[in-house]
C-alpha cells in the first residue's frame, strides 16, 4: 500500500485534532483500519510531522505542500529532497487551500520526479483536470472548491465534474487515477464517486474534524 486503488486520503490541514500528537492517534487509527479491513488509507499531513508519522506508521504519509526547489537560497521552501527524506511516500500539488501558478505547478510535480515523491495534483473543474493530466502527475485529484469544508459533497452536488474529469483524463493520458474530494462524509458519497469512475477519494473535514473519526472511517470503508 498505497500501489493499489481505491485509497482514501485523509488531509489533516491545520485543524486543531490533525497535527503533533492529536493527528498522529488520528493517523494510528487509519492504520490499524487499513489492515483490519484491507483498504488503502494514507494521511497527508503538516510537513512537521512527516517525519515522526512516517517512522512510526504503517500508512503511506503524504505532504501537504512543496516548494518546486532545489538545493540553495530558498528560505522558508519546502525542499522536496527534504520530504522524501523525512519518509514521505509523496505529495500534494496546487491544492485549492495552496494555489501555484502553472510554472509552479510544472517545477514542483519535476522536483518531485527528481527525488521519488508520488504526486497528487489537485484540479478545481474538469477544464482544470484536463490541463493537469498533460502534465502527467501520478495521481490527479479533483475538488471544486465551493463545497470545500460543507455539508454537500462532489458526489451529490456535482456528480458531472466527477464523470467528466474521468472521461476526459480516460483521453489524454488513461494511466493517471482521478480521485475527487469536498464535502465526502460518508459511504454513500464514497460509492457514488467511485461508481462515477474515480479511483479514491480525497477528503478532510469529515474525518479530522468528527468527534468519533474511528466511526466516520469504517463507514467510508464500507463505500470502497
Ligand atoms: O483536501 C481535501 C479537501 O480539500 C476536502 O475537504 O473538508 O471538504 O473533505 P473536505
Do not use: W
Request: glycine content about 8%; hydrophobic content about 40%; charged content about 20%.
Amino acid at each position: 500500500m498505497p500501489e493499489g486503488f481505491p485509497i482514501i486520503i485523509v488531509n489533516l490541514k491545520t485543524y486543531s485534532q490533525g497535527y503533533g500528537y492529536e493527528g498522529f492517534k488520528l493517523c494510528k487509527i487509519m492504520e490499524e483500519l487499513s489492515k483490519e479491513f484491507n483498504v488503502n488509507l494514507a494521511a497527508a499531513v503538516s510537513t512537521v510531522d512527516i517525519q515522526d508519522y512516517s517512522d512510526n506508521l504503517k500508512i503511506p504519509v503524504f505532504a501537504q505542500h512543496v516548494d518546486g526547489v532545489s538545493f540553495g537560497s530558498n528560505t522558508g521552501s519546502i525542499l522536496p529532497e527534504a520530504v522524501k527524506q523525512a519518509g514521505a511516500f509523496g505529495t500534494l500539488i496546487n491544492h485549492a487551500e495552496c494555489q501555484l501558478s502553472p510554472e509552479e505547478i510544472q517545477a514542483s510535480l519535476q522536483r518531485c520526479r527528481d527525488v521519488g515523491l508520488s504526486t497528487v495534483l489537485c484540479t478545481a473543474d474538469v477544464e482544470a483536470t484536463k490541463r493537469g493530466a498533460a502534465l502527467d502527475p501520478d495521481m490527479l485529484a479533483v475538488e471544486p472548491p465551493e463545497l470545500i469544508g460543507g455539508e454537500i459533497s462532489v458526489s451529490t452536488a456535482k456528480p458531472e465534474v466527477i464523470r467528466d474529469s474521468v472521461l476526459a483524463v480516460n483521453q489524454i493520458n488513461p494511466g493517471i487515477p482521478v480521485l475527487c474530494g469536498a464535502g465526502v462524509k460518508d459511504q454513500a458519497d464514497v460509492s457514488k464517486a467511485l461508481s462515477l469512475g474515480s479511483q479514491g477519494i480525497l477528503l478532510a473535514s469529515g474525518v479530522v474534524k468528527s468527534s468519533e473519526p474511528r466511526k466516520v472511517l469504517i463507514d467510508l470503508i464500507q463505500g470502497l
